[in-house]
């Protein structure tokens, strides 16, 4: 029998349950942008297409982190 836990849930009201979508689009955006730099950019706009991929791949595991905590 499995014991559904209601701390796992995000509380109803808070920063980031409020602009999830917004932030998601945000941050597909920019990932569109970083790509476009890294494979169409030169030599500098592939490095800041690079470093901003990485960037962005750590902010989506600390946002699901934050989301699940109910922050």
């Known amino acids: 029998m499995t014991d559904f ?3 796992h849930r995000p509380a109803a009201r ?3 349950t409020a602009y999830r ?3 998601a689009a945000g941050t597909g955006l920019l990932a569109l942008l970083c790509f476009w730099a890294l494979f ?3 030599t500098a706009e ?5 470093i901003g991929l990485v ?3 750590a902010w989506v595991f ?3 982190a934050l989301y699940r ?3």
Request: charged residues 20%; negative net charge.
């Open 5 to 7: 836990d209601d701390s």
């Open 14 to 16: 808070t920063w980031t």
């Open 21 to 23: 979508i917004p932030i």
């Open 40 to 42: 169409d950019g030169g």
């Open 46 to 50: 592939k490095w800041v297409g690079g």
């Open 55 to 57: 960037l962005l791949i």
């Open 62 to 64: 600390v946002f699901q």
């Open 69 to 71: 905590r109910g922050y």
